[in-house]
């Protein structure tokens, strides 16, 4: 199993300026979600789907968008991009119910200029 | 804010010697987890401990959970230099929400 891959890794964005991040995993688990890690904070929860076609605001969802049209792929848009949204962000997939640890993907490091 | 908060922020400690780490939140949970997250790394899943669990063990791992507190504790023994990561613990809520802390930055020195 790759597990819970991302792309891109690196992305460099003008104020305004709208794309997507690519999730995807191979494990069959009903939970995605994503995450963004700032420097000196934890991670924050964007938005999380629960299955296909199942998607629910996490923590700060404000500026970003999801779908979730089948269990292998969550991607993450951004609208507008504005500067504060320059951050890493992290997509993550688990089993339900909540028996084991969530798999974290390696990352998208995206700065907004 | 529902999400766990880990004590201290920051922890330096010799090889060898145990490193203690506190996550504490406001409400019920389903479950808590511990993750490391080395330098520019994703998370790594270490350990989850059930509401109606107590203590588990992995390895060199040792987690408590007190729901009555609402609090958790991660216990490295016999640290390693190579332990040295953020530690991050996370809550999960009956909703599937999960939430991260800050974390604690462990340095083991050599």
């Given at each position: 199993n790759a597990g819970v891959t991302q792309t891109p890794k690196f992305q460099v964005l003008k104020t305004g300026q709208s794309m997507t991040l690519q999730c995807a995993q191979d494990?069959?688990?009903?939970y995605m979600s994503w995450y963004r890690q700032d420097p000196g904070m934890g991670l924050r929860l964007i938005h999380y789907s629960v299955g296909a076609g199942i998607t629910d605001q996490g923590e700060v969802p404000n500026g970003y968008n999801v779908s979730r049209s089948t269990t292998e792929d969550f991607p993450l848009r951004l609208l507008s991009a504005a500067p504060s949204q320059t951050s890493v962000y992290f997509c993550a997939s688990s089993q339900l119910p909540w028996a084991r640890g969530v798999y974290f993907g390696p990352g998208t490091r995206l700065t907004v200029l | 804010s529902q999400q766990g908060e880990e004590d201290p922020q920051a922890l330096s400690i010799q090889e060898g010697e145990n490193a203690t780490m506190n996550c504490s939140y406001k409400t019920s949970i389903n479950n808590l987890q511990w993750y490391r997250q080395n330098s520019g790394r994703g998370l790594v899943h270490l350990i989850l401990i059930r509401s109606n669990e107590r203590e588990k063990h992995s390895g060199r791992l040792r987690v408590t959970l007190d729901t009555s507190k609402k609090s958790s504790s991660l216990l490295i023994t016999?640290?390693?230099?190579?332990?040295t990561a953020s530690y991050f613990c996370a809550t999960q809520y009956n909703n599937n929400d999960m939430r991260f802390g800050a974390g604690t930055r462990l340095t083991v020195k050599p």
């Open positions: 494990m069959n688990h009903e | 016999a640290s390693r230099a190579a332990d």
